[in-house]
């Protein structure tokens, strides 16, 4: 499995995504072992679907308040990998704490 490495090797709001991801969707995987390259669809990735990335998308804006819309051309390239999702939240959640 390619996505899994050392969390070592991501920023610490990129492992802080990994984990709320892990968690919002009860995956049954360890957070730790996301690498910040980690595929998030798809057999390549994790194995996410079009479901869970609704219930991301709701839990990242009641979470950090970062609207994901529906159908928003940006989407496949924000949900492309966790370091891409991380700076994504990072640079539009609502209350920065960088």
Do not use: W
Not at 75 to 82: D, H, V
Not at 89 to 94: D, K, L, N, P, S
């Amino acid at each position: 499995m390619a996505f899994i490495l050392s969390m070592t090797q991501t920023t610490p709001f990129t492992q802080e995504i990994a984990l709320f991801l892990v968690n919002a969707l009860r995956l049954s995987i360890d957070a730790t072992s996301l690498s910040e390259n980690a595929v998030l669809f798809g057999q390549a990735g994790i194995g996410l679907d079009s479901i869970d990335a609704l219930e991301l998308a709701y839990a990242i804006h009641k979470a950090y308040g970062v609207q994901l819309k529906s159908g928003d051309p940006s989407n496949a390239e924000i949900f492309a990998s966790l370091k891409n999702l991380a700076d994504y939240i990072q640079t539009h959640r609502a209350c920065s704490t960088t």
